[in-house]
């Protein structure tokens, strides 16, 4: 193991744990896992593929029973990426982000005078997308499902019927209280207790029927119908905009996946209207060009190494990224090693570089809360899923639709408003990202799989919103190159750079007084006061005999659960 920072948070619970001298292991399972934000979304999981359920079936049976004990982001009324890797190897992905309501136009976020309407995109009626989640799980499941999708919704039912609080759920509906009071026409069941508390039993018997619907009807359960009539009640005592016919639209995208080779491992990601995947790959190709093994982790040499080459990608993905269903992306001449070559002869290890005079790279083309989550699963017979999800900020847009117990999103503030000013995350965007009817949003969602020697070698993402992808890409490397365990890998301390602002975002205690005054003597300016923790990452290892080792990010109470 190379010298490193040992994790800096205390690791509070595992299923099961085991410990060697040098490496601290996560849950080690025979041949399946699920690894999620909530222990029992990942039992609801691991469950189903005890009962001969595939990760599919499993992936559709976490997703639903998240959208009842993880609120905050697990999600009906949202939308998010699955990436798949089956056991001979074949990948696909599945696109089911929300997109604009067929009303929506370029400048719905403008006042008369141009200027962006502060909250519009980001609270309330107006910043929802049309949810893609419940399209995602039923044409997944209707390609690669093995067992009857009524059986994969049950276990959330039962948990709709009510389930027990932990401690950081409790706070979480606590701190939240007063938004939801603010963003509802109704009390929401979440303000019917004044001060929650770890045990707590919580009951959402709205969205038990809602469930029941699904379970019965797939998306007719949902785009149609009664729960269709319930949401866009919910728009018009709003004025909001989304319509039946808006729902009824509605499809999953079968995508490629981006993929590319780092070092001697192969990876799988996800393509736009993501960005994950490009900006990881642009990322990951600049900086295959230094000795990164040569570099002590979290050390001035290798920070300044990833701070300047995700400067460059995401001053990029500013640039032209969209839906590529609406722009074309020059996803070629992006991940072209000349390009990205080049792109970094403009960096020295003397002094940093300034992202005010980067800017996007490419030349002759035509331009053409923060809060989500992830969850990693693998089979009893090698199928591999990475699935990321989200409403965007905690509780989306904090609607609740009235008569269905599940919040909207607020994916829209995902599109750039207008070019050049940032949005709730701090990016900024430009003409490729711009709101049109039916386009979906540019995310940074990152589910990845990663392949060693043509095997299933990871399963990784995480929330954070533009954070994701530089998580993703410390996990990788943290395994990859500082030969850490799956949960040493994402407990480890993270940082992030995104072009603009132009800072590292550090979380508290990952770098010490001396390395932050020799980044400082760079030039480098440096947060970390602002992030108590970047990403929540939940991963699987396949370890060189064939078991699974989870990693749950201690940061939460993201949990594996395995057989
Ligand atoms: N809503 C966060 C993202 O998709 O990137």
New binding site residues.
């Given amino acids: 193991m190379k010298k490193y920072f040992l994790p800096f948070i205390v690791l509070t619970f595992f299923i099961q744990c085991k410990t060697t001298p040098q490496h601290k292991q996560g849950l080690v399972t025979d041949k399946a896992m699920v690894v999620s934000a909530n222990p029992l979304a990942s039992q609801v999981g691991a469950a189903i593929m005890k009962q001969g359920g595939n990760a599919i079936d499993a992936m559709v049976a976490t997703h639903f029973a998240l959208a009842v004990v993880y609120p905050q982001a697990g999600n009906i009324g949202g939308g998010g990426f699955m990436v798949y890797r089956d056991s001979t190897g074949k990948s696909i992905a599945l696109d089911f ?1 929300e997109k604009a309501p067929l009303s929506a136009s370029r400048d719905m976020y403008l006042d008369s005078l141009g200027n962006v309407i502060a909250g519009k995109s980001s609270v309330g009626i107006f910043s929802v997308g049309v949810p893609g989640s419940v399209a995602g799980m039923v044409e997944a499941h209707k390609k690669y499902g093995k067992l009857p999708f009524k059986k994969l919704i049950e276990p959330a039912i039962t948990l709709a019927k009510g389930y027990k609080l932990t401690q950081k759920d409790a706070n979480l509906f606590n701190e939240f209280r007063v938004r939801f009071e603010d963003n509802n026409r109704f009390k929401t069941i979440y303000q019917s207790k004044l001060n929650w508390k770890k045990g707590d039993e919580i009951k959402n018997p709205n969205l038990v029927k809602i469930l029941e619907r699904i379970a019965e009807q797939g998306n007719a359960g949902f785009y149609e119908g009664e729960t269709a009539q319930l949401l866009v009640d919910e728009m018009q005592a709003h004025e909001g905009i989304m319509t039946l016919e808006d729902l009824k639209q509605y499809k999953a995208i079968w995508r490629k996946p981006i993929t590319f080779d780092y070092k001697d491992l192969h990876i799988i990601s996800m393509s736009p209207p ?1 960005s994950g995947g490009i900006t990881l790959a642009e990322i990951m190709k600049m900086i295959a060009n230094y000795p990164l093994e040569t570099y002590d982790f979290q050390s001035l040499k290798q920070i300044q190494v990833l701070v300047e080459a995700e400067r460059r990608a995401y001053a990029d993905r500013a640039e032209y990224l969209g839906d590529p269903d609406f722009v074309k992306i020059p996803v070629e001449a992006l991940l072209a090693q000349e390009y990205l070559k080049k792109r970094m002869q403009s960096f020295s290890f003397d002094k940093a570089s300034s992202s005010t005079e980067i800017g996007a790279g490419l030349e002759k083309l035509p331009h053409e809360s923060m809060e ?1 989550t992830h969850y990693s699963i693998v089979d009893a017979s090698g199928n591999a899923i990475s699935v990321t999800t ?1 409403l ?1 900020s905690y509780f989306g847009s904090k609607v609740m639709v009235k008569g269905a117990g599940f919040f909207l999103n607020n ?1 829209m503030d ?1 599109f750039s408003a207008k070019p050049g000013v940032p949005n709730l ?1 701090g990016l900024v965007g430009n003409e490729a990202n711009s709101i049109a009817p039916e386009k979906r ?5 990152t589910p990845t799989i990663v392949e060693k020697n043509d095997k299933l070698f990871m399963v990784v993402g995480t929330p954070g ?2 954070t ?1 992808i530089t998580s993703v890409l410390q996990t990788i490397l943290n395994v990859s190159t500082y030969e850490m365990s799956m949960q040493e890998a994402v407990d480890a301390p993270r940082f992030h750079h995104q072009w603009l602002p132009d800072i590292i975002k550090v979380e508290p205690q990952a770098f010490s007084d001396d390395l932050i005054k020799k980044l400082e003597e760079k030039g480098y300016k440096i947060d970390n006061t602002n992030a108590p923790v970047i990403g929540k990452v939940d991963a699987i290892l396949v370890l060189p005999n064939g078991k699974l080792e989870a990693g749950a990010d201690s940061r939460g109470d993201d949990t594996g659960a395995g057989f």
């Fill in positions: 982000r993501s989500t989200t965007n994916e995902d995350y949003m540019l995310s940074s969602m919103g533009s994701i």
